[in-house]
């Protein structure tokens, strides 16, 4: 094994371990808030919990390991965490894309909602609560919104995907839409989480900025945040043809972006199947597996 493999290796290697400690945290906070609140006789709101999790599970860890980088003296380290601007019509398809990706989201889910609905009469799992008041849209913008789409896509894309990518594109992209879905684990809603974590790393390929994956990532859970209450009653009347149009306007958004000159190029110093298999099987992710599955049946009581 040559040197640089070697040391693409032991990249990607602590990288696994730093997304199990994150998963744990996660576990953690969420156990610690869940423990806190019961004691409390007037609770803070679902989003004011929910933010305090994602702060401390996924912004403490990413703000030592960002500090950390910054204090190595490597001047790229901007640019290779894509953290640069990028042109307007690359934040205008990653908008379009998040509002219509969100439908298509939906689509993917109803055959696991069917099943598990159908198996647990109507159980199927965590429940975000809807918001319907003013306050608790700009809290749900907040704690739903704002911070996961930074958080998440400086951790997913910034962090992971720019260590495997080193190593190959094509296991960056799936790699990282797989953890993606682990982080959410909804089993109704996983294969949903997968499509958005793929289409997140095509955005970052396509624009080379992590600010157009945030405003992806920031589109698609506000229009999360808006369907119940603010999106389904306008559509129900005709909410199949218009799943079936935003459908249409998601493909052909992609399909431009996707012709767009220019680009991260692909990389493949390593084989896409043996960095795939051997992140998969790698203790880190089997450890993060056992905690996600933990976490599921304790907190949803299942």
Not at 269 to 284: D, E, G, V
Request: hydrophobic residues 60%.
């Amino acid at each position: 094994m040559t040197e640089k493999k070697y040391e693409l290796r032991k990249q990607i290697k602590s990288v696994r371990w730093m997304i199990f400690w994150v998963v744990l945290a996660q576990f953690a906070a969420e156990v610690l808030v869940e423990a806190v609140v019961s004691f409390m006789a007037n609770p803070p709101h679902k989003y004011i919990q929910i933010a305090l999790v994602e702060l401390v599970a996924i912004g403490v860890p990413i703000s030592i390991y960002a500090k950390t980088l910054w204090r190595s003296g490597n001047k790229q380290i901007k640019q290779e965490l894509c953290l640069k601007p990028c042109g307007a019509g690359y934040i205008i398809l990653a908008a379009i894309l998040g509002v219509s990706g969100q439908f298509v989201m939906m689509l993917l889910n109803v055959p696991a909602n069917f099943v598990i609905n159908l198996v647990s009469g109507g159980a199927s799992g965590e429940v975000i609560p809807v918001a319907e008041r003013w306050y608790e849209l700009l809290l749900g913008i907040f704690a739903l919104v704002i911070i996961p789409a930074v958080l998440e896509e400086f951790w997913m894309r910034g962090i992971i995907f720019r260590a495997y990518n080193r190593c190959n594109t094509t296991a960056a992209v799936f790699f990282t839409a797989l953890i993606f879905a682990l982080l959410h684990l909804r089993i109704n809603e996983a294969l949903g989480f997968f499509f958005m974590g793929l289409v997140a790393s095509v955005v970052l390929i396509k624009s080379k900025s992590l600010y157009a994956s945030m405003v992806y990532h920031a589109f698609s859970n506000l229009t999360a945040l808006l369907f119940s209450a603010h999106i389904m009653p306008w559509i129900i009347d005709f909410i199949w043809v218009a799943f079936a149009v935003i459908t249409l306007i998601f493909v052909l958004t992609f399909w431009l972006l996707i012709k767009q000159k220019g680009g991260m190029k692909k990389t493949k110093t390593l084989r896409t199947s043996a960095i795939i298999i051997t992140s998969l099987f790698s203790m880190p992710m089997i450890f993060s597996v056992i905690t996600v599955v933990i976490k599921y049946f304790l907190l949803s009581g299942g």
